[in-house]
């Protein structure tokens, strides 16, 4: 017998010589792991995200079919955006009217022999303000809104905004906001998904028709010393318009089920859906609102977790895209096209100039509203960037007119798609948080180059369209790499793009 095991039978019969009596064993308790509230939190809604995907399953994705009626709300809600447009076009095209400039002491009457014009540095500045404080009370209102929107409903924020654009001009700023935050959102929430992206898009069709109504009556009003105050006032007639229209659309669903209000909801969507279709979708609506509800309201660290559901990620993505639509410089020429034309061709001749680049862009909408859902959000601002870089670089370079090809690339491409993926990127339950940063943005760039813009043409109206050239091609790249293709797609099943998406070189999946 080894040593060792005489040793290991020497131990064994010490052990079997003790009493048991004698020995008081250590008693050892069980352990037992209580669930925190934030791991209940994630098993409940892990569990009915399950049920949400099983359900999804269900889904006839080969059903296109859409109400005429759908297509008339989201007509209806467009008409925001041609108020929005209407301000754009018809703010710039002021500067360069005769009566205008006269009235706020830019020019002098011919029979004012006393006057002296005001320099063409307090004229930048007056200029800067007109546009910058415009786009700082849309700011404020972007923060400001979702507190009707969250709890009082789509219509009713719609409706105030209206109202207050009617009361006037000193409230504008603050108002467009809410057409420009909530239009789309309701849009997206009341189309189905494969024309979601299409219905969606009439709103940046309605910007766009707004710029070339005022465009055109820019044209007479500049005949008459008093027409300017038409350019800036003439659109309470559409908000009036859409005031009376508001009050036979339906409420958004997702907003109705989120508050319990379902028998109202299935009848705002017999409105928007053919019978056959309401059943699926709103058992689809009452899981997605079961699991906000278990969750409770979103504070807004959750708005910036990441392990929430990829919120960090969609969130940043959503303020970078809105960031490069303003930074790209649309609405620099937009706002100042006529103030930059008239450097080259005078006061007339820059009206109908802007009117030709307006026009473009109208037209140029059109190619998103046919391909949004067939060629996806990302195919369409990848190549809208690679055309507006190709148009902004000559133009940088030779310090000349803007280029149409920019407002043609735009108008498809960065102009509605962005509005476009931010109304549907987020989940029911952060969605009011992430799309008012999402809008600040927005309206904070507008306001920086509305401010900045007229110093720095009249420095070096090349250096300007520089930078928005390399703006453009950092967006553009960033949207090649790290955008996840939305089109065609439910809540839950965004949620498993921004999930699962990896940036690669080049890239794997543009659907």
């Known amino acids: 017998m ?72 989201a007509l209806t809600a467009a008409l925001g955006g041609l108020i929005f447009g209407y301000d754009i076009g018809g703010a710039g095209a002021t500067f ?14 011919p029979d004012d022999v006393e006057c002296v014009p005001k320099t063409q540095s307090q004229i930048d500045t007056e200029t800067g303000l007109i546009n910058g404080l415009f786009g700082a009370g849309a700011a404020i209102g972007a923060l400001c809104a979702p507190m009707i929107f969250n709890n009082k409903g789509r219509k009713p924020t719609l409706s105030v905004g209206a109202v207050m654009f009617t009361i006037g001009a000193a409230l504008q700023g603050f108002a467009v906001n ?14 189905p998904e494969s024309h979601r992206g299409q219905m969606a898009t009439l709103w940046q069709l309605a910007i766009t028709t707004g710029i070339v109504l005022v465009s055109i009556l820019n044209i007479w009003l500049a005949e008459w010393d008093e027409g300017w105050r038409i350019s800036y006032a003439g659109n309470c007639v559409f908000s009036v318009l859409l005031l009376g229209l508001l009050t036979i659309m339906p409420e958004s669903p997702h907003f109705l089920v989120r508050h319990n209000r379902d028998e ?38 959750e708005v910036f977790d990441d392990s929430n559901n990829k919120m960090k990620t969609r969130t940043l993505t959503g303020v970078l895209l809105q960031t490069f639509q303003q930074l ?9 096209a006529p103030n930059i034309l008239s450097t080259f ?54 310090s000349s007119i803007p280029d149409p090809t920019q407002a043609m690339g735009f108008a498809y491409s960065w102009g509605p798609v962005v509005w476009v993926v931010c109304a549907e990127m987020f989940p029911m339950r952060e969605r009011g948080k992430a799309n008012s940063l999402t809008t600040f943005s927005n309206w904070f760039w507008t306001t920086v180059v509305g ?32 955008l996840p293709e939305t089109a065609n797609l439910t809540a839950p099943e965004i949620d498993e793009q921004y999930l699962k998406h990896k940036p690669t070189v080049p890239r794997k999946k543009w659907d």
């Not at 809410?178 to 189309?191: H, N, Q, T």
Request: aromatic share 12%.
């Open 2 to 73: 080894s040593e060792l095991d005489a040793d290991a039978q020497l131990a064994a019969s010490r052990v079997t010589e003790l009493d048991a009596d004698d020995v008081e064993m250590p008693k050892v308790q069980p352990v037992v792991n209580k669930p925190s509230e934030e791991h209940k939190s994630a098993n409940v809604k892990s569990s009915l995200h399950e049920s949400i995907m099983s359900h999804n399953l269900e889904r006839d994705r080969d059903d296109h079919r859409a109400k005429p009626f759908v297509w008339l709300l």
């Open 96 to 109: 360069v009217m005769e009566g205008f400039r006269i009235h706020f002491g830019w020019d002098c009457a």
């Open 178 to 191: 809410m057409p420009m935050l909530y239009i789309p959102r309701y849009i997206a929430e009341c189309a």
């Open 264 to 301: 109202e909801a299935e009848q705002s969507l017999l409105k928007t859906r053919f019978e056959d279709q309401v059943s699926w979708e709103l058992e689809e609506l009452k899981l997605e609102a079961e699991e906000a509800n278990e969750m409770g309201v979103a504070s807004w660290s």
């Open 328 to 336: 790209s410089g649309i609405n620099a020429v937009m706002f100042y």
């Open 345 to 398: 061709f005078g006061s007339t001749a820059s009206i109908y100039g802007a009117l030709a680049l307006n026009v473009v862009n109208f037209f140029s909408t059109f190619i998103t509203i046919f391909s949004v859902e067939r060629w996806g959000r990302v195919w369409l601002l990848f190549t809208g960037g690679i055309l507006m870089f190709l148009a902004l670089i000559p133009t940088a370079v030779l």
């Open 451 to 482: 401010a900045v813009f007229p110093h720095a043409s009249s420095a070096s109206l090349a250096g300007c369209f520089g930078f928005f050239a390399a703006v453009v091609f950092v967006a553009t790249i960033y949207v090649y790499l790290y």
